[in-house]
């Protein structure tokens, strides 16, 4: 009757978001800092780093997007009730 949780509600529900938001850290935080830091700034290191940015972004939306549409198995509907 405790505050125990049972195995099958230990399941993962296949939303795996850590590695979305580091790619999305890397592309909004990490590339512009690095651009920043780098001297001198040229017309080369500005593209590196909005090529890293957009891959980095496309990335994460996509993975986004596929582990969000992972949905858990209705447990009201049975058999399409």
């Keep these: 009757m405790g505050g125990t949780v049972s195995d099958s509600q230990l399941r993962s529900t296949g939303r795996d978001y850590t590695p979305t938001i580091c790619l999305l850290a890397l592309a909004f935080i990490f590339s512009p800092v690095v651009l920043a830091a780098s001297r001198p700034v040229s017309y080369l290191s ?4 909005a090529v890293c940015s957009v891959v980095c972004a496309a990335l994460a939306w996509r ?3 596929r582990s969000s549409q992972l949905t858990i198995p209705s ?4 058999n399409g009730e």
Excluded: K, Q, V
């Excluded at 447990?75 to 049975?78: H, T, V, Y």
């Design 46 to 49: 500005i593209s590196l780093a």
């Design 63 to 65: 993975r986004w997007t």
């Design 75 to 78: 447990i009201s509907g049975g």
